[in-house]
């Protein structure tokens, strides 16, 4: 298991910290379960799994694909949690949420306003700086 510990990791492109800072571990300890010195507990299988979008079947034997595929709305969800978006952020998840659905077409046209947007911005920013 240690093995797909660390794949799991490797994938997703984060440190052993951040890993055991997002399962509130400690960094030893993921060290441990990495390194294949200790076995993690049922507990934290299923954290791992909640997590990161991994499917358990896969954790414990290797089988199977290890993320677990998901709806379109069960993505956007997921996002919005990683963002820590809240009762207060309602508006920016509806933005978001109508974007998401959009085809990449017009993402594409959005990215460029939006692109727009930032860099008047900070033109402006620069305008305004004494000298």
Sequence with gaps: MNERILEIIKTLG???????????LSQPYVSELCSGKKLPSDRTIADICREFNIDENWLRTGEGEMRI?????????????????????????????????????????????????????VKGKQQKKPE
């Design 14 to 24: 984060i440190k052993k910290t951040e890993f055991a800072k997002r399962l509130n």
């Design 69 to 121: 595929q998901l709806t379109e709305n069960a993505q956007f969800d997921l996002v919005c949690q990683e963002l820590k978006f809240s009762g207060k952020h309602e508006v920016i998840k509806q933005i978001l949420m109508v974007y998401w659905d959009l085809p990449d077409d017009k993402k594409d046209i959005v990215d460029k306003l939006v692109e727009d947007i930032a860099e008047k911005i």
